[in-house]
């Protein structure tokens, strides 16, 4: 019997071998620095006619979130899952580090970095690829604050632009909603930081519940962000667009995702049912679903995948 069990194992084992072999044959991987600040993975299809191959470019939210999508103590490797998957469907795909984590890694952090200067990166990136002219079509995908920062990189370069969990409103009143929802007497003085901050002005007078969200360290990235609202950015792109969401997303609520859809009317809205904000389908509470941005074995949305592969097929 005991013999049996090990034999069992072998070939259990000899499967699992072999199919992770096989996808990992899907696609060819290449590390690629775009130029000081950028580095990141080039996943290529290797199952390809004689056409070029589309290439998505995946952009992260916020924070100092790495090419997979990950950040310290945190790991569900979302991103990575993601672009594993549309190269496995013969889509060509580019993830990036921010440009903070590589500065965290070499322990020399800019303190003046500015949301602008995420979008000179997705920028950059686009115009690299672009240059090399070996792809037929080069899509943008954004995800979180990655969305904002896709849709200012994306217009007049990209051929379509895709909306991961991005918010439709300023990032001023997406906190002040926040804020409220949490703690609704600090609401009133949430508005009153964010009106200073909109205006171009940095503040010290709010109350100390609120010192992790208006630091004074980073009053002027937020100075830098709020000049924008996605809605306004989003209504300029002429590109096809594909706004996604899901019903579970814990940060980014389902909302935002019909604020940017009326605000392009053109554009194609996919809602899906019980994904979170890191791509994967919770059946659970709120308890499972804030769990899962640590667990990486949790596998991407089929749905996603197929609303992806769809749009950037047509």
């Known amino acids: 019997m005991k013999l049996y069990f090990i034999v069992a194992f072998f070939f259990i084992s000899l499967i699992s ?7 990992a044959e899907l696609f060819s991987e290449e590390e690629l ?9 080039l ?14 470019i995946i952009i992260a939210g916020s924070g100092p979130t790495n090419r997979d999508g990950n950040q310290n103590f945190l790991k569900n490797n979302s991103l990575k899952k993601l672009a594993e998957e549309l190269s496995n469907n013969n889509i060509a795909t580019f993830r990036y580090d921010k440009r903070i ?28 690829f672009k240059e090399k002219d070996l792809y037929s079509k080069i899509y943008v995908i954004g995800h979180s604050q990655g969305s904002l920062v896709g849709m200012l990189a994306a217009k007049d370069k990209a051929d379509g632009f895709i909306s991961l969990a991005g ?13 409220t929802n949490m703690a609704p007497k600090l609401g009133e003085e949430a508005q009153k930081v964010v009106n200073k901050l909109k205006d171009g002005q940095t503040t010290t007078d709010y109350p100390n519940a609120l010192a992790s969200v208006f630091n004074s360290d980073i009053q002027p990235f937020m100075i830098n962000w709020m000049k924008y609202t996605p809605t306004e950015v989003i209504k300029e792109l002429e590109m096809p667009v594909l706004i996604i969401n899901g019903t579970k997303d814990l940060q980014v609520s389902e909302n ?4 940017l859809k009326e605000a392009n009317e053109k554009a194609t809205l996919t809602i899906i049912e019980n994904m979170n904000h890191v791509l994967i ?11 899962s941005y640590n667990e990486s074995y949790r596998p991407t949305s089929t749905h996603l995948i197929i609303s992806i592969v769809e749009f950037i097929r047509s």
């Open 17 to 23: 071998f072999s199919q992770e072999t096989l996808q």
């Open 33 to 41: 620095s775009i130029n000081k600040h950028i580095d990141g993975t």
């Open 43 to 56: 996943l290529m299809p290797l199952n390809l006619d004689s056409k070029k191959p589309n290439l998505a």
């Open 101 to 128: 984590v590589k500065q965290i890694r070499q322990g020399n952090v800019d303190n003046d970095i500015m949301f602008d200067d995420f979008v000179t990166d997705a920028s950059s990136v686009i115009d690299y």
């Open 167 to 179: 918010a439709g409103q300023n990032i001023g009143n997406v906190i002040v909603e926040q804020v």
């Open 256 to 259: 935002e995702a019909k604020l």
């Open 281 to 291: 389908e919770i059946k659970g509470d709120d308890l499972e679903n804030s769990k």
